[in-house]
Structure formats: C-alpha cells, structure tokens
C-alpha cells in the first residue's frame, strides 16, 4: 500500500512540476567594468512576461541567454542566477534574473605597422576601444602615415569613428560619428569628410520602426574638375524589421526587413559630376536567420540572408536592380574548426536584360589583387558567386606564470598574465566565379579567381574583443586554368586587426 501511495504522490509531484509556468518579470544587473546596463540589455534583448510552460523551456531559454552573454566578446565573465516568487493565481512564477559580468580589457593602443598587397605600406598610431563609454560600441582613432600609387604618394592621415546607444523616452537612439582627414604630400590641400547623425527605433511586439538621419560634409579632390570636390550630403533612412517566426523556446527567428531611403548631394552652385547627381530613392528588403555562437575562440552555428534592392537616380534617371545572398557556416572541434562563407549577387535587369552596377570583390577573395583592369584580372564585376573556406587549428596557448615557475623554479610577476595569447593557424581557400565583362561569360571556372594561403591569428586572453590577424594569400587562377595571360604581382600580404570574416 505505501509503494502505491508513493507512486502516486510521485506521479502527482512530477504532474505539478511540469505544469509549472515561468514569467521573468524583472532583471538586475551587477556588472564589473564599464559596460552600461542599457547596452547589455539590448544586446541580450531578455523577453520580460512571456510565460515559459515548463520549467525545461525555461531553463532551455536561460542557457540560450548564457550564450548570447558568451558571444559578447567585451566581456570577459559573465553568469546568470534567478530566484522566484510565489506562484500568482493562474500556478506562475515570476523570475527575477541576475546577471553578473565583468569586462575584458578592450582598449588597445597600439603603434603597428600594416600591410595590405592592394594599399602598399602603413604605419598606424591607433586606439580602438571595443567598448566605448560602456556602450558594448566600437570606437576607432588612428593616425596613419601611408605610402599609396606603388609609393608615389606619401599620405597623412587621422580617423575617428564611434556610436553610442541610448535610450530617449520611448525610443532606442543611437548617435553614429565617422570623420577622416588626409593629405597628400605636395597636393594644394587636404581632402576630409565629416559625418554625424542619428537613429530612432520604437519596438514593438513582432516589428520594430527605425528611423535614420545624417548629414556629411566631404572634400574629394577627385570631383574637382566639375567643381564638385567640396559637397555635403543628406541621408534620410527608415527600416521596419518585422519578426516573421520564432519557436516557441524564443531560441530561434526569422526577420524579414523592408526598408526605404533618400541620398542627395549638394553644394553652393550646383552638382555636375555623374557619380554625385541625384536624388537617389533606394527601395529593397532583407530577410535574414540564424546565429553563430562561441566556443572558446572558435565559432559554431549558421547564418543567411537575402537582400533585394532597387535604386532610382531622379537626376540620370537610371534604375539599378541588385539582388544579394550570404550564407555564413562555422563548426568547432576542440582544437580545430571550419568557417566559411557564401556569397552571390548580381546587378541585373530582368525588364531591360542588361547589367546596370558592379561591385569589387577583390576584398573577398585572398591572395587576389583588387584591380578594374582586366589584363590584370578584373575582380570589378556586375555578378560573381563567392566561397571561403577556413580550417582554423589551436597552434599554442601561452601560459608565462606556469611555464616560469617550472623553469625557473620561482613564481613570475602576476602582470604576466596579461600577455598570454591564443595561436591559431588557419589555411584556406577562396574562390570567385564572376562575369567577365570583356568575354561577356557568366559564371565560367575559366574566368574565375583561386586564392589559397594561411592565416595567423592571435587571441590574447585577456582582450577577448580583440583578434590580431596576419595573412599571406597566392592567386593560384593562372596555374590551375588558362588564365596566364593575367599579371603575376605575387603574394597578397595582410596584418591588421580583426577577423577576415
């Protein structure tokens, strides 16, 4: 009788627990460093007084939003506990969420030098500060000296660019500047642009209405045979981002985004050159899924995309369909990984059948000269198709307080710490099938670009938002087709910061 009564209690208790409902109705936040609470909200953009129907939902949603504060590479620690109230009439628990988390090191001052094949030489005096006022926003300040035009042009230059998100009533705002200033040594003066402006968005439910206003001021001394080089620009923008589907657990989504917007140039007396004559209305929409997550320093998980955009210039009268899709794929061993990317467009007018824009995709593919000369390899194409291919290996993790002590026999200076790094090597491969314009071909492997080399990459361990990256890409198109009538310039060299893709 009693193994009867407890297996009913047992059925009965198992029976109230899973009938028991989650609603989180409140977050607090204790964070360590400079990260705002605003900025970690919206990057968590935690779902408030949705009912979970079961504790495994639940729990299945915090672990996703353990992820996402993972993904946040300012943030060096980060966790999230809750505690409940008692149940209200309909048996739910209202959750209160706490979530701890202390910053990485994410300001770095760095004089290096940087080569890039297609810009020639540099040496960059630069602070990037991945978490800019605590906004979880980057914030760029460099002053360079470059040798550009095959080291005919000795170039000074200085940039400054961030964004800082705010809340302004009802609305999310955020205030966007990016300004720059050159000089070429020898020219009768500077060419600058100073750009500044600012977005509104007001969330609802399953949409979210953006609005989007800047103003630029630009000087480019390539306009100055019309009496253009001094201009100002106008930019007015507005998206609504709809949620089409999301899983009943909220982990995953489907969003479709339309979007409108206007671009005029202008100045005292007029406009004259074609590429800044205008009004331009742009028209299109982007419908987007997926995510990709951390591991360590590797990444798992998928994205894509598909845009469609109309232009209609009111000047030239001129109509530039292009329609665009990506598709980003990464998967993590434990120490190895596999990225890659797809990507394809086209410029084409099904109405008129004929092709009415380009698009450089020398950037895409390494190992590849960016040039618009066709003896050389045109990579400035109305359509191309687009993959890379990385397999990222764990070289080394450095370790100078361990690795001292057992060879000195003696602790190390703590700040030692500070310099351990992650080393990953990574070959790869990309491939560019593309319209030759000269041949009037699509798609033709003979036409094509190869590039294939290796990465190096360094994550210091103590700067998560920070990946130091040095590539050397060969184009390998003239060997493995018969395009041996393109110039041979040798490696493609890059060092800089950040990831490829």
Known sequence: MKRIVCSVAAVLCAFFASAEQYRIVDVKYDIIGRTREYALNKNLDIRKNVVFSSKEVFEMYLTHLKQVLVNQRVLQESEITYTTAEADENGTLPVTLLITAKDTWSI???????????????????????????????????????????????????????AIPFSMGVFDAKWETDSSLSYTIGADRPEFNFSTGMSMAFPFKFVTLSLTLKQKINQDLDYKSTGDELYFTEYAGFDAPFTL??????????????????????????????????PVLAVGHTISAGSVNWYGNFRQGITGSVTQNFDYNFDSFSFIPSISAEVKG????????IASRLYAYTY???????????????????????????????????????????????????????????????????FFRYFDFELQFAPFIDVALIRNT??????????????????????????????????????????LSSASWRTSKGPEIEIGIGLHY
């Open 348 to 414: 084409y007018d099904v109405f008129d059948k004929k092709y009415t824009g380009t698009k450089n995709i020398g950037s895409r593919i390494r190992g590849v000269y960016d040039s618009k000369n066709y003896n050389e390899g045109q990579t400035e194409t109305a359509a191309a198709v687009c993959l890379n291919l990385d397999i990222p290996v764990k070289i080394l993790q450095t370790d100078w307080l361990g690795w001292g002590k057992a060879l000195f026999k003696r602790d190390m200076p703590s």
């Open 245 to 278: 589907y999301r899983s009943s657990s909220l982990l995953d989504k489907i969003i479709w985004k339309p979007y409108t917007s206007v671009t005029y140039n202008w100045d005292t007396d007029g406009i004259f050159h074609p590429d800044l004559t205008g």
């Open 108 to 162: 770095l001052p760095l004089p290096y030098p940087k080569y890039n094949s297609n810009d020639g030489f540099s040496f960059k005096l630069k602070v990037k500060d991945f978490n800019f006022w605590g906004s979880m926003e980057p914030l760029d300040f460099e002053i360079v000296f470059s040798q550009e035009n095959e080291g005919n042009d000795n170039v000074l230059s200085t940039g400054l660019s961030f």
């Open 438 to 479: 000269a041949k009037d071909s699509l798609l033709n492997p003979k036409d094509g670009f190869i590039g294939t080399g290796l990465e190096v990459v360094v994550y210091p361990t103590k700067m998560r938002s920070i990946q130091v990256r040095g590539s050397v890409g060969f184009d390998v198109s003239r060997q």
């Open 330 to 337: 990464f998967y993590a061993f434990k120490y190895a990984g």
